[in-house]
Structures are given as C-alpha cells and as structure tokens.
C-alpha cells in the first residue's frame, strides 16, 4: 500500500464522517427546536410572554 494512497483515503472518510455528523446535527437541532416550540405554543402563559 502506498502512503499517499492510504492517507487520501483516511481524509476522505473523515470528511464523509463529518459531513454526514453536520448533517444529522441540524437535523437533530431543528426537531428539537420544533418541538420546543410547539410546547411554547401549547403553554398560553408562554405564548403571552412572546408576544
């Protein structure tokens, strides 16, 4: 095996594993900001402080 080769392959699979980390991140974050709100919305003492 050669180095280059060995060490272009680690990048890469770094950079997918991050990649996809990022994305079920965000996803992870606006599912729970989601349901944080509907909680607010349900809660009318909440609801009258936002507004």
Do not use: E, Y
Not at 5 to 34: E, K, Q, Y
């Amino acid at each position: 095996m050669k180095a280059t080769s060995s060490n272009s392959n680690a990048g890469t699979l770094l950079l997918v594993a991050l990649f996809i980390a990022g994305i079920l991140l965000i996803f992870s974050l606006n599912h729970w900001l989601g349901f944080h709100n509907d909680l607010q919305n349900q809660s009318p003492k909440s609801a009258q402080m936002m507004r």
